[in-house]
């Protein structure tokens, strides 16, 4: 399948809009790129594929951690027909063209929203259309009937392969990280590029045809009165149980598998609420720190209240002393001299140094008494200021620290808030009861366990039911020997057990040889695009053991080691959950190993790994099969990336970016302006039409135009 | 370690195996090939094309006994 075009009207983030893409079977210029900044509709746009293509399985409230409305229409247009009159509706549509087997088809998805007197949220009405084009470039007259078109569909580009073909940044880590979505686009391509579904349709077929010669055979046995007509009426019977058992048994497989996929949903989704509790006890802690910082806080307050009581006025007069101490320091009367000390010298008549005093100095003295103040206060304010000094400087040295430690403590409970308020964010975010998850996957646990028992128990009943059948087979045609009629019948029927029994390994094969190819294929990927592989890792998708499809990476020197060392085989492969039936080969150890020193990957690393994956899929439905193969055909898949060089350096980032048109006829390429920048050089010769999507400031929508490679991207 | 590449038609290998004769194998294709190609075909037409193939093919055989 190659996309042709996309085209919206009112859907998501685009009110209008067209993109025709780029492809070339010699693979130059195959690059459609588009260029939005984030948060202007990338994945909007990624996600239109699937919409169109399947809308009934897509669930846009799925989109964890992007901008969602859980509906196609675009907001705006939503909340006015909300807030109108009652019967206001209108609508959204995207309509893709695309070509297929040299056809061409345009398939138009719309989805009508009305507003009705009883309910308030909106009233939807889908609505599909596939048409074709003929080769006069009339549209023929177009399907509508949904089932139909979901069938054709399916048989074009089926719903499981667009897991490994569309995908943004966000799945790309998902894909090489839980597994499942990579699982499923194995799985998918695997089955559309062997033809699953077409071995299917046989074998269903060819045991209708083969009861009807059964009715044929059991009814000439009665006519001709022979003891095989019981035998075959029997045969018959049994072969309906075998069918009845057989139907029961795949129900039971798929619910197994379901059963399981949701144990690991459950054990990652318990990863997140084990991390979710680290972020309580982180957040109980904080909590606790906050209200310790809040009480020293207060107490912190408190102090500083009480020396600003005791010392506030002390600090208040400062200025006052400081005048004081100024005027005080300006009259220079030296310590000791006051009115006593004069009076004692003139009543002694004589100086300190011995000397008799005449008249005139007893005249200065009895002068120099009446001019000093009574007592020498001088020095005692100057002693007073100079304590008072003291104990402001005191007081003001408390203040300062107090403040100091006030300000320490409001910045950390400030700090404290802040992570509190993250921490509480991510709670909240977080809406899931782990206890009921652990109870949930117990419960599974038991039922898987359960199911297991009757899957294994089926699988012998049926296998015995059959070599019954073989039995009975072999009897009645001993008894209508040489009978001519009969024997007609009897070859006609060998024929068709032969023809299941081959389509059965048919299929069988093909699934084991498919990713036997795909593994070597992957290998080649990595050597081509990721960095590691120089650094000795190497890449593995799993074949034999329980996690079947499953991507790992190792280091080859450590796997070589691992098996070059005695092992104990049996209970390694009693862990994997080898099948006992199964010959323990050098592949299953070799596959065995490879998992017991399977290495986590970065996130730059997973990326690697999911382009790696995503090359390989491509280049193994791209893969020439063998002449006159009946089931293993040829596919071409167009890629649609949102972001995927984020973060990538180095050479994991120029590898992937060089060999991106290498992928597939049609690569759709979607990019921020910043990481385009970063992969310019490598591809921009590849580049065959490029579109920037922009979004319109305090809009709720973007707009699409043709762009260049030039400087207004 | 190198896993071996399987270069032969797998259909073709497990026909052989199951002892398919010349003309078994060009019944068998021709039977899926009719079935890849009933996509408007009601499943009963379908069925009674299938019978009509194998009664035709089967027809000379019959014949010998």
Redesign the interface.
């Known amino acids: 399948m190659i996309f042709k075009s996309i085209k919206f009207h009112n859907y998501r983030c685009f009110l209008d809009g067209e993109i025709s893409f780029t492809n070339s079977s010699s693979y130059n210029k195959n690059i459609t790129l588009i260029i939005a900044p984030n948060g202007s509709g990338k994945t909007e746009l990624l996600f239109s594929f699937w919409w169109v293509l399947y809308a009934n399985d897509f669930d846009f409230a799925s989109l964890s951690n992007k901008e969602v409305t859980p509906y196609a229409l675009n907001t705006d247009v939503y909340r006015k027909i909300q807030e109108g009159e009652v019967n206001n509706q209108d609508y959204c549509e995207v309509t893709l063209k695309f070509e297929y087997e040299n056809r061409t088809f345009i398939l138009s998805r719309k989805e009508t929203y009305k507003k009705t007197a009883k309910r308030e949220s909106l009233k939807q009405i889908m609505e599909v259309e596939l048409s074709e084009i003929n080769d006069k470039g009339t549209r023929q007259l177009p399907n509508s009937n949904p089932e139909q078109i979901n069938t054709r569909l399916e048989k074009m580009l089926p719903k499981k392969v667009l897991h490994g073909i569309i995908f943004d940044g966000e799945r790309m880590q998902r894909i090489s990280s839980s597994n499942e979505k990579a699982i499923e686009g194995i799985r998918g391509v695997v089955s559309d590029v062997t033809?699953n579904d077409?071995i299917e349709?046989?074998i269903m077929?060819?045991s209708?045809?083969k009861r009807?010669y059964n009715s044929t055979r059991r009814d000439l046995l009665k006519s001709k009165d022979s003891d095989a007509s019981t035998l075959q009426q029997e045969s018959i019977e049994l072969e309906e149980s075998i069918e009845n058992q057989t139907k029961t048994y795949n129900n039971f497989v798929e619910e197994e598998e379901n059963v399981s996929k949701r144990i690991l949903e459950i054990s990652n989704e318990l990863l997140t609420y084990e991390k979710t509790r680290e972020i309580q006890l982180e957040f109980n802690a904080k909590e606790k720190e906050k209200e310790s910082a809040e009480k020293s806080y207060d107490k912190k307050i408190d102090e500083l209240t009480a020396e600003l009581n005791t010392n506030g006025p002390l600090l208040l007069t400062k200025n006052l002393f400081n005048q004081v101490e100024e005027i005080t320091s300006s009259i220079d009367i030296p310590q000791g001299l006051n009115v006593e000390a004069i009076e004692s010298i003139i009543k002694r008549q004589t100086c300190v140094c011995g000397e008799k005093l005449d008249h005139i100095k007893l005249e200065l003295l009895n002068e120099l008494k009446s001019k000093l103040p009574p007592d020498n206060v001088n020095s005692l304010i100057l002693e007073i200021i100079r304590q008072k000094n003291n104990n402001i400087n005191q007081a003001t040295g408390r203040l300062s620290n107090n403040w100091e430690e006030i300000d320490t403590i409001d910045k950390e409970i400030h700090t404290l808030k802040e992570r509190i308020s993250v921490l509480k964010k991510e709670l909240t975010s977080v809406d899931f009861n782990g206890e009921k998850l652990i109870k949930e996957r117990d419960t599974l646990s038991e039922k898987r366990t359960n199911l297991l028992t009757r899957i294994n128990s089926l699988r012998d009943s049926i296998e015995s039911d059959k070599n019954l059948l073989i039995e009975y087979e072999r009897k009645i045609i001993n008894m209508s020997e040489k009978d001519?009629e009969l024997?007609?019948v009897n070859?006609?029927i060998d024929?068709?057990n032969?023809?299941i029994?081959?389509l059965e390994?048919?299929k069988e094969?093909?699934n084991e040889?498919a990713l036997?190819?795909l593994?070597?294929i992957i290998k080649d990927s990595y050597r081509l695009l990721a960095e590691d592989f120089n650094y000795g890792r190497d890449i593995y998708i799993v074949q034999f053991t329980k996690e079947k499809y499953k991507i790992v990476t190792y280091l080859s020197k450590d796997v070589e080691e691992y098996m070059s060392s005695q092992r104990d085989w049996e209970f390694l492969s009693e862990k994997y959950g080898i099948d006992n039936n199964l010959t323990l080969t050098?592949?299953i150890k070799?596959e065995i190993s490879i998992l017991e020193n399977a290495t986590p990957h970065s996130t730059g690393q997973s990326k690697a790994v999911t382009i790696s994956f995503v090359k390989a899929i491509l280049d193994y439905s791209m893969m020439e099969k063998?002449?006159?193969?009946?089931?293993?055909v040829q596919k071409k898949y167009p890629v649609v990336i949102d972001a995927p060089f984020g973060d990538l350096s180095g050479k994991n980032l120029t590898l992937p970016a060089s060999n991106l048109n290498s992928f597939s006829e049609q690569v759709i390429l979607m990019l921020s302006p910043d990481s385009f920048k970063n992969v310019r050089e490598f591809l921009k010769d590849d580049v065959g039409i490029s579109y920037k999507i922009e979004k319109l400031v305090d809009k709720n929508y973007s707009t699409i135009s043709k762009a260049s490679l030039g400087v207004s991207i | 370690m190198t896993i071996q590449k399987s270069n032969r038609n797998i259909t073709e290998t497990v026909l052989d195996d199951l002892k398919f004769s010349h003309s078994e194998k060009k019944l068998f294709k021709s039977i899926i090939r009719t079935i890849r190609s009933s996509k408007s075909t009601s499943q009963s037409d379908l069925q009674n094309e299938l019978i009509i193939m194998i009664e035709e093919e089967f027809k000379d055989d019959i014949q010998k006994y």
């Open positions: 033809s077409l349709l046989s077929e060819l209708s045809v009807k001519k024997e007609g070859l006609k024929f068709l032969k023809s029994q081959a390994r048919i094969v093909h040889s036997k190819k593994n070597t050098d592949e070799y063998e002449q006159q193969e009946e089931f293993e």
